[in-house]
């Protein structure tokens, strides 16, 4: 069965520190992957879709940045963090190749800029 | 405008009572899917339903439906016989483009509807 794990789980970083969020996924091969951020009270906001290794497309412009090294790992990267950036980071995948195909998300890393 | 709306920032419902959850949404691709998500505290999101914009009936999964109306744009999730761990936040998403293998297509997610079930 396929898996998505997401760490940290949670996080507290200064203003201007850099950010690494990674995000893996067992159990399935070359898988769509997704990073949303949840604000406080909020629905969510799409940042960084991929469909395929070193492919990555940026839905807002933003000091956020993303990478996928490998087909079942994708990171969300920051070089210097703002207080803004704080929020709820939800990593999804799902496969394309049906009529549908419903996104399934991970846990979450709920990420303080102080 | 906002591709999904849901105007019930917050619901109460009684246990084993039948609740409906508002989603209207705003497309104009003929072809689109359309997701329910539940968040419990824990923060994770779990898929609950879909329905595609061709489908003939509503989607249904268990104790969820989906009342599908076309012509009003709207896709609402009705829960029977709600239970004390429905308590949670309910998203309702949106997907445009729902062709075969069309590899990552965008998820539109509504503000969400936080949802107290009363013992």
């Known amino acids: ?114 | 405008a906002q591709k999904i709306t849901q105007t019930q920032p917050g619901m109460f419902v009684q246990e084993k009572e039948a609740v409906t959850l508002d989603c209207t949404y705003d497309t104009s691709d003929p072809s689109y899917g359309l997701f329910w998500y539940k968040q419990p505290s824990s923060g994770e999101m779990i898929f609950l339903i879909y329905q595609g914009s061709y489908d003939q009936q509503n989607a249904t999964e268990g104790r969820y439906s989906l009342n599908f109306q076309k012509a009003r744009k709207s896709a609402n999730l009705v829960i029977s016989a709600s239970q004390l761990g429905d308590s949670a936040m309910y998203f309702c998403a949106m997907r445009e483009g729902m062709r075969f293998g069309t590899g990552a297509n965008n998820l539109f997610f509504g503000t969400g509807t936080r949802l107290t079930v009363i013992p």
């Open chain 1, 1 to 114: 069965s396929q898996t998505i794990h997401q760490w940290p789980a949670t996080l507290v970083q200064p203003v201007g520190s850099p950010l690494s969020l990674e995000c893996t996924v067992e159990g399935t091969s070359n898988p769509n992957l997704y990073w949303y951020r949840q604000a406080a009270g909020r629905g969510l906001q799409l940042l960084f879709y991929s469909v395929g290794i070193g492919q990555i497309s940026s839905e807002v412009p933003q000091n956020l940045s993303a990478s996928r090294p490998q087909d079942r790992q994708f990171i969300l990267s920051s070089k210097k963090l703002l207080l803004s950036d704080s929020g709820f980071y939800l990593c999804a995948w799902s496969v394309g190749d049906r009529g549908f195909d419903e996104q399934y998300f991970g846990p979450g890393t709920r990420l303080t800029v102080t």
